[in-house]
């Protein structure tokens, strides 16, 4: 196994919760990350935590949904940093409401940033790996991309088909030597659980940098192996399988 010392990565979500774990995860290999993230106050708190331990950090604030958006800072991120070798497609949302309480554009919203983020983000990367030669794309999926409870409709549609993104594009850019891979996380310490179920037992969540180092190690796999799905859940969540 290699290290990420001296990657550039670029992590969408990359302000809290597991985004920012594998900011964390990655610097303090050596990465030079790069956050993006549609809130502000998130990229200036975790460029500052990681600057703080001397870690190799720059933000910039991006709407994954927004695909002239994601063009632009892909395009500011390489002529600034030359290059990017991996990206991590982290940023998520979602509403936890019935078919009959969430919204035409509540539904809409998470598959923009679910689903078609991560394909905005892949398809604006996809020509700068193919002329370097190299690459890697990781998305972070969930398990509910394997199975289902009520009330979370867009989020299952959304993950589901990032699942099948993923394995679809492993198929169509290994002949560019370009690596794609789904990490399927289950239940974390982060507030995109806490905020929403402040009553869930955290000992039934793993903790994100778990998570974290598992996305760390896949992209330390030797160029001539690719690991296209690997899963990754708390050993007490008592919901999976």
């Known amino acids: 196994m290699s290290t990420v010392n001296g990657k550039i990565i670029l992590v969408t979500g990359g302000g809290q919760g597991l985004g920012a774990a594998i900011c964390r995860s990655l610097a ?42 994601v063009e632009q800072v892909i395009n500011q991120i390489i002529e600034k940093h030359g290059r990017i070798d991996a990206v991590i497609n982290n940023a998520g949302i979602d509403y936890t409401l019935a078919i009959d309480e969430i919204s035409n554009n509540q539904f809409q919203q998470v598959i923009d940033v679910n689903l078609v983020g991560p394909f905005n983000v892949s398809k604006a990367i996809y020509a700068h790996f193919k002329s370097n030669g190299a690459g890697h794309i990781v998305n972070i999926a969930s398990t509910a991309s394997k199975r289902a409870w009520p009330n979370a409709s867009a989020y299952h549609a959304s993950k589901w088909g990032l699942l099948g993104l993923s394995h679809a594009l492993h198929a169509e850019l290994r002949k560019d030597k370009i690596k794609v891979t789904a990490v399927v996380a289950g239940g974390m310490q982060t507030p995109f659980i806490l905020e929403r179920f402040p009553d869930t037992p955290l000992e039934v969540l793993q903790d994100p940098k778990e998570v974290a180092d598992t996305v760390k190690f896949v992209l330390c796999m030797p160029a001539t192996s690719v690991i296209p799905e690997v899963m990754v859940v708390p050993m007490t969540e008592t919901s999976w399988p």
């Open 28 to 69: 303090a290999d050596g990465a030079t990350v790069i956050p993006v993230d549609i809130k502000p106050e998130n990229l200036t708190k975790i460029t500052d935590e990681i600057k703080g331990t001397g870690g190799q950090i720059q933000g910039y604030q991006m709407n994954v949904a927004d695909v002239n958006n």
